[in-house]
């Protein structure tokens, strides 16, 4: 046997954490001399002093191994047939770039446009096309999507009844500023099978105001926290809170003000880091918080969501593909019938693979210079993360951060937090007994 090169273990805590399998242990202080001698050295005699039931619980984490296993050989195994999976297909649908607010960090390349019949009559035969799938899911996304709701229910009521003939699984959800999603709105998106809807609020009123107001200028809060507890009851909502410089200080005050509107069991919270990646938000770069930073206020206001009654489930787990923006079973569609593969490219033509005019989905036909970096992107090539401890619960982070750094941008590793907050976040799992 030998011990996992991915172990954890943090003696003066009592924890033990592989992060292959995310198995985490309490470890007795009359134990952990023993277990550590074995771990540090799986020699046959070290082996044969651990008691013969902790030996077992070792071997059934990954904390120990058979000789012969290569977990980095694994980790590529199970990297590669998520990536390549040919049962499930996934869409992101932006029927608009366009949007009602005018957020001070917006990254997006806005434009007045819409998508029009003959776009959508394609992405229709693009999807009857997808004979061999089992699972279609459909992500809908601007601009603000629900400026035209109207193409959203063609396309769906499209996908719905392709799917239904062809006994294929279908699942949709979206994200949308929440200015229009009102009860009956949520009811009528229900009715096309979306079955969830994230929305994002930036602080508590006066600061989300500031930071994600009406083009016109005026405040957009008591609106979308009105539209949420209405359509809390008809849509899962999962309300996300863009965290920098501005307002990191605030969460505490949004919390409350969620509480107060009774919002506890029925919404789920998340922060965003706002970033910089994009050209088109270069200039807000001063204002971003790195993400050494940004990782302790994640797990504080994880533990204070905990606290308060919000559900907060936050532990590692293992990421089997970075994201599948770099399988060929995904992609982007712009309201122009234009493709990309990630959606913070959207807008940027720099970054547009093909069209859905030209490029077969189903069977593809022409692989363009950027479709081909994303089909080739590889994190297990990174020269940082190929030997970082951490690779199995981050793969790599955003693979547009490396595809980006190959590009000459400056702009560091996307290390996932769980890099500066492992053991603080194993430590709060273990007090609140998740
Ligand atoms: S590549 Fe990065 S930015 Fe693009 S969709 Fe994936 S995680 Fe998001
Ligand atoms: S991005 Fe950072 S934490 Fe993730 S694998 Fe690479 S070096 Fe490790």
């Not at 863009?242 to 069991?265: F, M, V, W």
């Not at 938000?281 to 971003?288: A, K, L, S, V």
Request: hydrophobic share 35%; with cysteine.
């Amino acid at each position: 046997m030998k011990a996992s090169r991915y172990n954890f273990f943090f003696k003066e805590e009592g924890l033990l954490f592989n992060a292959v399998t995310c198995g985490l242990a309490q470890v007795l202080p009359t134990h952990a001399p023993s277990i550590e001698a074995a771990l540090n050295d799986p020699n046959d005699q070290n082996l044969s002093r651990l008691d013969t039931d902790i030996k077992e619980k070792l071997i059934e984490g990954g904390f120990l191994i058979e000789d012969d296993v290569d977990e980095d050989t694994y980790l590529k195994a199970i990297f590669n047939l998520r990536r390549f999976a040919t049962k499930n297909f996934e869409l992101t649908i932006l029927p608009t770039l366009n949007c009602n607010f005018n957020c001070i960090y917006c990254y997006e390349h806005k434009r007045n446009d819409r998508m029009d019949e003959n776009v959508r009559n394609k992405i229709k035969e693009q999807v009857a096309s997808l004979t061999e799938i089992k699972n279609l899911g459909v992500l809908w996304y601007g601009g603000e999507p629900l400026l035209f709701p109207e193409i959203i229910f063609d396309l769906s009521d499209y996908f719905i009844k392709y799917c239904q003939d062809k006994n294929i699984g279908y699942q949709a959800s979206i994200v949308t500023n929440g200015y229009f999603l009102n009860k009956e709105m949520a009811r009528d998106l229900k009715e096309i099978k979306i079955k969830s809807a994230q929305v994002t609020l930036d602080g508590p009123e006066v600061v989300h105001n500031v930071r994600r107001p009406l083009k016109n200028g005026g405040g957009t809060f008591e609106r979308i926290l009105a539209n949420i507890s209405e359509s809390a009851d008809v849509l899962k909502i999962y309300i996300r809170v863009n965290i920098d410089r501005g307002n990191y200080t605030y969460l505490p005050q949004l919390l409350k003000q969620l509480k107060s509107a009774h919002l506890e069991k029925k919404v789920q919270i998340s922060l965003g880091l706002v970033t910089t990646i994009s050209e088109a938000c270069r200039d807000y770069e001063e204002n971003c918080l790195r993400i050494k930073e940004f990782s302790p206020l994640e797990l504080n206001t994880m533990n204070d969501l905990i606290k308060e009654g919000f559900a907060g489930f936050y532990f590692p787990k293992p990421i089997e593909v970075s994201c599948m923006a770099v399988s060929p079973q995904n992609f982007v569609i712009g309201p122009t019938g234009e493709l990309y593969k990630c959606l913070e490219t959207v807008g940027d033509e720099k970054e547009i693979i093909g069209s859905i005019n030209s490029i077969s989905l189903n069977n593809l036909n022409f692989i363009s210079p950027n479709l081909a970096k994303w089909l080739s992107y590889d994190p297990f090539t990174v020269p940082e993360c190929k030997h970082c401890e951490f690779l199995p619960i981050c793969l790599g982070g955003c693979p547009l951060y490396h595809l980006k750094q190959s590009e000459n941008y400056n702009i560091g590793l996307p290390c996932r937090t769980w890099r500066f907050s492992l053991k603080d976040v194993l430590k709060s799992q273990v007090v609140f007994n998740v």
